[in-house]
Structures are given as structure tokens and as C-alpha cells.
């Protein structure tokens, strides 16, 4: 059922026409309330009813469950929706509450206990994570043991769940502050400790990837591991130091939050002993004299009784030291005084109350037992005041019945029978304490006082003193608050809540909550720029709500500056990991170069190449072997310059233990004999100095050319080099020829370039000869060849010493192999020493 109220009263689903200036509806209106009343037939008290617009109620007897839901539309009509639950769906409400959810900074979700899809407000909904694991996780949610939990960033917490409840309301809110973000500078960490992770990741896995080929350098490979296994645990350590800044600051929170239960607990049992030590003041008021203590100065002399009552608790009122609404003085002899307070006034009251002449009634027994109790005899006393204050039967059993009713049989006996005890009698949101105490005279009691004041005067001002004991002035957010009252008739306290209520906006409505709820609130809320934890719960020992306050916004500002100091803390320890990384990867890469490097060294002919052999571990043992090596090289470099490659050869096979024929083997071979033009002069007239220089400059032309083109220096005989090109070795006659010539040519270019002096004079046969080891092997081997080409090539090279110049003469078994392809002259036949017949020779 649903109706709508327009501005002028008008019911029904058209809206008047009404002008510009039209207020909106106002629900207090009496016409209003009536209409409601009588369409909906339901009460509609408007004073209560103000607060719930824009909400749904749900009331609920042993018969039915109703649904109420009013808003205003358009500032035109009040809308009123009445709703009978039994004849809908049992989902309806936890459906229509998720759908309906106003709160943008917390969500819910009906979670059905069929198969029916989820509706959630659309905080979930616009979080597509959370909403998908609350689907996800919906059979656990049902779970009855399932209270409250966390997902993320969010804290998850569900309704009770009974048995037959069609489904299950899940709230979720989050855990911190929506604008909250990463510290100054956690991104660039991570996205350092990223990058590096990444880097060493790569160097691992792409080798393996690649199937072992040599795409990475192990100098890269080495320095991205010693990197990894300095940074890798800085990761952890970035892990931990969140979760370590986390519990911390929760518990710094949790803390707080414990000191704010504790003074809200203390503001709650001290009330229980402001209300013994207020009692106690009262029994210290026990003679006339206490009283006339408070007398104004400008009180007469001589008071009656009445009179000296009025005053002085007048006075008591006005000083604020005493609280109370109805005093009751009841003399032992004489008329008893009946004050009551109207407002702010203190007016004596003559009019008959059951109550009050119930309790003068008893009044003559209550002195019979402080008589029976005093040591003093006391003689015997008339009746208090029988007359005018006496009960029949009937009013004494209605109001015996009344106060039963109404207390229950425990205080109705303390409040006749024991009175001088404190006795109280709750309603609603107000209490009322009576207490009788006496006034004493000559150890005598001669006056019985009964008080009566309600929690709501004692309390108000107890709240007023008591809480602003808490204050912090470092603090001005922190603040302890309460408030009395019934319904909208609620005050709240200290007086500056109700001054500038806008300052405490959330205190106030968390206090108003539990005022409807009568249940604990605990929560976090945003004021302005300032961040708050609100705590407030029905107290035990007063009639009142108490609420507290407290910034934790500190704690952020602490939270975000350790985490900047965390922050440079690991950023300083990521570099000095990385430098001690890099370090340590030079350590090994260092050495690994300068091994790379002699080897390279090696490779280019440099033997002369060390390396550091100082260290004392497996670099320092590897430097030194390497070292051996390289002399090993440059001492072989150097004796090859004396040995010849086939002799150095057969000093390999005989080592190895291959050389057993000492017979030689004949092979063809061409000869050269390189001399020095007219070298006995020119070592007659030299320095010797001189003359080994220009020796050893003669060695090193032929090294070079016999390097370049083949063969290989047999022996060094004074100024003359022998030279064999075995042709087996070359590649047969013609082959063996032309590198002979070649080497020629290459000697006399080598020698302009230089500058040689004396000049070259060159002998070259070829013919058979005998290769092999000739010597002792007690003495001294040779491996040579031998034979009688060998002597001509000799001759042919001292017959160019004889003839003008610089010259090459070439025998004609070597002219028969090269043919026309190197342009010679004739020189006809001769007749060396040590042959019988003349040979052919031609001058190159």
C-alpha cells in the first residue's frame, strides 16, 4: 500500500498544482500525521518519525511483519509506503536494503541461500574483484560459523544467521582510507627492486632458453647473479617491512582504541560512584546546623523548621552543590514539609500524595526503630501527624499495589522497609533515587529526610565535570561525550556539542545510533582532513550513551613518514647491495678479463705477456700457469729462431719416443744459401756490436720471409742461412720452387726497405738429398739434410759473392722446375769445387 500527501493536503497519485513559493510538506503537521494515521492505519507519531525519513523500518510481532518506507518528493509530496512482509518474498528486505544502500564509503550484499544471483549496492558492484570473489566465496559466507574476515584491503563481516533464513547480509568496508597511497618514493623502490629482479631473471633463464649457446658473456652472467643474490633478499626484506609497519600501526591503533574503551569505562563506573558519593553528601546534611551552614547571609535569626528547610536548599540549588526534585522532611513532633521543584523554582507543596503520606505513615515506625537502636532511652511519642495524613485501606492497598507493580517486590521491600538504602526505579531513559536519611539532635533522630532527584539532573551535571577531565589540548580532536534524553528529547554533553554542533557531527549521530540500537559502534570515520576512531555503547551505570573520540590521523602522518624512512633505509640498502654486487662480481670478472686478456695476448704473438700472480687463491694459482706458459711460448719463439720447425719436430718425436730410425730418408728438397756481399771485409772493419746487429738483421729478413711463404731455416753458419723447402711438405716440385723464388724476392724487398748493408748474395739448388738426425746423442743432434745439392746450393752462393753487385744464382735443376715463369740470364756452365764435370747456372 502507498499514498502520497501533497503540500496542501491533497491525497492521490496527481500532484496539485501549487505556486513557486510552496514549502516543502511539513510531517510534524497534525493534518499530515492524521492522514497517514488513517489511510495506512498504522500510528505515525511525527516527532519520532522525523528521523526516519528516507529509511526503511521493519516491525515485527508474533503475528505479522510490517514494512514501513516515507520520503519526500520534490518538496511537493510526502510518499508513504506501508508494506505487509508475509505476502512477498522472505529476501525482500535484505534485497531491497542491498539495492537501496546509501553508504559511499561501505557496501552490502544479499547473498541468497538458493542459487539466486547476488544484489549488492554499488560499492561492490563497481569493484568487479571484490564483487567476483563475494560469488566465488558464497557457499563459505553462508557458512554459520562464519562471523567476519578480510579480503584484500576490505574487511568483511555478516549477519547473524538463523535457521530458516532465506539468505545472509554481508557487509564489506574498507580497512583504510580510500585516498590513501603508496608513500613518497615506493614506487620508484619497487620499480628499481623490479628492473633488477628482471635483469637477473633474464641472465639465468636465457642461456637455458637458448640451448646453452654463448649469447651471454659469463663476465654478465657472473655480475647479474652476485647482483641478484644481493637484491633478492632486499625483496623479502620490503615484504616484511610493510607487514612489520602494518602490525605496528595496528597496534598503535588498537592501543588507542583500548585507552578510549578504558575512559569511556571510567566515565561509566565513576558515575556509579558519583551516585554513592552524592548519597553520602546527603547523609552528611544530618543536622539543623549543616543546613543553616547554607543559610544566606540576609536569613533572619529565628526560622521555622519549613522555612529553614526552603531556604537553605534554595541556597544549596543556586550554588549547584545539591540535586533533587521532591524533599520530604517528616519531624518527630509537628508538621512535616513537603518541597517540590517547578522548573527552576523550589516550591513548598501542600497538596495530598499517596506516596509522600504513605511514607509519613510509616514515618512513627521508622522512629521506634532508631529509638530501638539509640542507647538513649526515649520516652514515649504521639502519633506523627495521624490525623491529617492517615490512609484507609483501601488507599494504603492501592498504593501498595501500585508500587509493586511498577518497582517489582525487591525494591518495593527496600524502598518500605529498608529506606535508608538507595533505591531507584528506571524508566525508559530516566531513573529516580530516593534515599532517607535523619537529622540528628542529642544522638536523637528527630527528623527523617527522604530525597527523591532522578539520574537525568545528577547525571547531567556529573557528564558536564567529569568529562572534559580527558581533554588533551595537543589533542583538540579528541574528545569524551555523552547524551541522556528520550527520542528527539536528547541533550548532549559537554555543553560545546550542543554550542557548535557541526564540529562533531560524527560523535553525534554515532550517539544517536546507539541510542536506537542500544548496541556497541565501533568505527572509523573522515572529519575534514582529520582521521577518527568513534567508539560508543550503551552505559552500564548510568542512564545515559556514552561516545568517545580520537584522532588517528597522527599515526598516518607517523606511518606515511616511517614509510618514507623505510624507504630510503632500503633505497640506501639497494644501492649499497647493488655496489657490493658489482664488487663482488669484479672480484671474479676482474681476473677472468686480465686472463682474457692475456690470452689474447698470446693469440696476437705476444708472449712476453704476465699476469698478477700475487693472490693467494685459485685466480693467483691460474695466474701462475698461465705465466708458465707464456715464458714456455716465448722461449719456444725464441729457439726457433735457431731450430728449425723439422728439427724442433723430431725433438717432439724423440721425446715422445717415435724417433728410432737414425738411417735419414731421401727426399727432394730445394736449397737456399742467403750470405752477406763481401761480409769478411766488412767485418774486419766494423765494431762487433755492429756486425751482430747486422747479423741478427739478416736472420730476421729470412724469418720473415720463410714465415710468409714457407720452408724453414736449417742452420745459421757465420754470415750465411740455410734454407730448405722439402717438397713433400710444400706440395710437390713446382709448389716447393716458386716459394723458394718467392722467399727471394721477398728478402731482397725486405732488405731495401731496411736498408741492409753488406747486400744479399744468394745461392739455390734443388735435388735429392738425405733428411734425418745426424750427431751423438751423448753430444749434440742435428736434424738436417745432407748431400750434394746442399754443397752446390753453397757454391752457387759464393760464386754470386764474386760477381758485381747483389746477385742470386740459380742452379739448372732448379731453372728445369720454374721454367719461363721467372725471367733469369744464362750464365753457361762452370766447374765448381768438388764436382768433376762443369754445371748449368743462370743469374736471377
Not at 483 to 501: A, I, V
Not at 593 to 610: P, V
Request: charge should be neutral.
Amino acid at each position: 500500500m502507498g499514498f502520497g500527501i501533497g503540500a496542501e493536503g491533497t491525497t492521490g497519485g496527481t500532484a496539485p498544482d501549487v505556486a513557486s513559493t510552496t514549502v516543502a510538506p511539513d510531517l510534524a503537521s497534525a493534518s499530515h500525521s492524521a492522514r497517514i494515521r488513517s489511510t495506512l492505519q498504522v500510528a505515525f507519531p511525527a516527532s519520532i518519525q522525523r528521523d526516519w525519513h528516507g529509511k526503511w523500518q521493519v516491525f515485527r510481532d508474533r503475528l505479522k511483519t510490517r514494512i514501513l518506507y516515507w520520503d519526500v518528493i520534490e518538496d511537493r509530496y510526502i510518499l508513504a509506503v506501508y508494506i505487509n512482509a508475509d505476502l512477498i518474498g522472505r529476501d525482500f528486505v535484505p534485497r531491497l536494503l542491498a539495492a537501496t544502500w546509501q553508504f559511499h564509503n561501505s557496501g552490502i550484499a544479499s547473498i541468497p541461500s538458493n542459487d539466486d544471483s547476488i544484489t549488492a549496492s554499488s560499492f561492490i558492484t563497481r569493484r568487479s574483484r571484490l564483487f567476483g570473489k563475494i560469488t566465488e566465496a558464497r557457499r563459505f559466507l553462508l557458512r554459520p560459523g562464519f562471523r567476519f574476515g578480510s579480503y584484500g584491503t576490505f574487511a568483511v563481516g555478516a549477519s547473524p544467521l538463523s535457521p530458516g533464513q532465506a539468505g545472509r547480509i554481508v557487509c564489506v568496508v574498507p580497512m583504510s582510507s580510500p585516498d590513501e597511497g603508496e608513500a613518497p618514493g615506493e614506487t620508484a623502490k619497487k620499480a628499481v627492486l623490479y628492473l633488477l629482479l628482471a635483469v637477473c631473471l633474464f641472465g639465468l633463464v636465457r642461456p637455458a632458453q637458448t640451448g646453452g649457446e654463448r649469447e651471454l658473456s659469463v663476465r654478465f652472467l657472473l655480475l647479474a647473479t652476485f647482483i641478484a643474490a644481493a637484491v633478492l633478499p632486499l625483496a623479502g626484506m620490503d615484504y616484511l617491512a610493510g607487514r612489520f609497519l602494518t602490525e605496528y600501526f595496528r597496534n598503535q591503533k588498537r592501543e588507542i582504541a583500548d585507552t578510549l574503551h578504558r575512559e569511556l569505562a571510567s566515565i561509566d563506573e565513576n558515575g556509579r560512584h558519583n551516585l554513592s558519593s552524592y548519597t553520602a553528601y546527603l547523609k552528611s546534611l544530618n543536622s539543623i546546623d549543616a543546613f543553616a551552614r547554607h543559610l544566606p547571609e540576609s536569613s533572619p535569626a529565628s526560622l521555622s523548621t519549613s522555612d529553614l528547610f526552603l531556604r537553605s536548599l534554595t541556597a544549596m540549588d543556586r550554588k549547584e552543590s545539591i540535586i533533587y526534585h521532591i524533599f520530604l522532611a517528616i519531624p518527630r513532633i509537628g508538621p512535616h514539609v513537603h518541597l517540590t521543584r517547578l522548573y527552576k523554582e523550589l516550591i513548598v507543596n501542600r497538596e495530598r500524595n499517596l506516596l509522600i503520606s504513605r511514607f509519613i505513615q510509616r514515618a512513627g515506625s521508622r522512629f521506634r526503630q532508631y529509638d530501638g537502636n539509640s542507647d538513649i532511652a526515649a520516652a514515649p511519642t504521639p502519633p506523627v501527624n495521624a490525623a491529617p495524613q492517615a490512609m484507609d485501606g483501601l488507599e494504603k492497598e492501592m498504593v501498595n499495589e501500585m508500587l509493586l507493580s511498577l518497582v517489582g517486590p525487591g525494591t518495593f521491600i527496600n524502598l518500605l522497609h529498608y529506606p535508608e538504602r538507595v533505591f531507584e526505579m528506571s524508566v525508559l531513559f530516566n531513573t529516580t533515587f530516593q534515599v532517607e536519611t535523619v537529622i540528628r539532635s542529642g544522638g536523637r533522630v528527630e527528623h527523617l529526610l527522604y530525597w527523591f532527584w532522578n539520574s537525568y539532573s545528577m547525571e547531567r551535571r556529573y557528564l558536564n565535570e567529569f568529562l572534559p577531565r580527558f581533554d588533551r589540548p595537543d589533542r583538540p580532536s579528541d574528545l569524551n561525550a555523552g547524551m541522556t534524553g528520550l527520542q528527539t528529547l536528547t541533550e548532549f554533553f559537554p555543553e560545546r556539542m550542543n554550542r557548535t554542533p557541526a564540529s562533531f557531527t560524527a560523535l553525534r549521530e554515532v550517539l544517536s545510533d546507539v541510542h536506537t540500537s542500544r548496541g556497541t559502534i565501533r568505527k572509523e570515520e573522515q572529519a575534514g582532513n582529520d582521521r577518527l576512531l568513534v567508539e560508543a555503547y550503551p552505559a552500564k551505570h548510568l542512564m545515559a550513551d556514552l561516545a568517545g573520540q580520537k584522532s588517528i590521523s597522527h599515526l598516518e602522518s607517523e606511518r606515511k613518514a616511517l614509510e618514507v624512512h623505510v624507504s630510503l633505509l632500503l633505497m640506501s640498502l639497494l644501492g649499497i647491495a647493488v655496489i657490493t654486487g658489482v664488487l663482488g662480481g669484479l672480484y671474479f670478472i676482474l681476473p677472468l678479463q686480465r686472463i682474457i686478456g692475456g690470452i689474447e695476448s698470446i693469440r696476437n704473438g705476444e708472449f712476453q705477456a704476465r699476469l698478477d700472480d700475487s693472490r693467494n687463491d685459485e685466480f693467483g694459482s691460474l695466474a701462475s700457469a698461465f705465466n708458465r706458459l707464456a715464458r714456455g711460448l716465448e722461449e719456444g719463439r725464441f729457439l726457433r729462431r735457431y731450430v728449425s720447425d723439422s728439427a724442433r719436430k723430431a725433438a717432439q718425436d724423440g721425446r715422445s719416443g717415435r724417433m728410432n730410425d737414425r738411417n735419414g730418408a731421401m727426399i727432394t728438397a730445394t736449397i737456399l744459401f742467403s750470405s752477406l756481399h763481401e761480409f769478411s771485409e766488412f767485418q774486419a772493419r766494423s765494431d762487433a756490436r755492429i756486425v751482430f746487429a747486422i747479423l741478427e738483421q739478416h736472420l730476421d729478413i729470412a724469418n720473415e720471409a720463410v714465415s710468409e711463404y714457407g720452408g724453414e731455416i736449417d742452420k745459421v753458419i757465420g754470415d750465411k742461412i740455410m734454407i730448405v723447402f722439402r717438397h713433400d711438405e710444400c706440395g710437390g716440385d713446382a709448389k716447393a720452387v716458386r716459394s723458394a723464388f718467392s722467399a727471394i724476392a721477398s728478402m731482397r724487398r725486405i732488405a731495401a726497405e731496411r736498408g741492409l748493408y753488406p747486400g744479399l748474395c744468394i745461392g739455390i739448388n734443388t735435388g735429392a738429398v738425405v733428411s734425418g738426425i745426424v750427431g751423438s746423442e751423448e753430444t749434440h743432434l742435428d736434424y738436417t739434410v745432407i748431400g750434394d745439392p746442399v754443397n752446390l746450393a753453397a757454391r752457387l752462393a759464393a760464386m754470386a759473392q764474386r760477381l758485381p753487385g747483389c746477385r742470386t744464382v740459380v742452379s739448372g735443376s732448379t731453372r728445369a722446375i720454374i721454367g719461363d715463369a721467372v725471367s733469369m740470364e744464362w750464365l753457361g756452365t762452370t766447374r765448381v769445387k768438388g764436382k768433376s764435370q762443369e754445371i748449368e747456372t743462370w743469374l736471377l
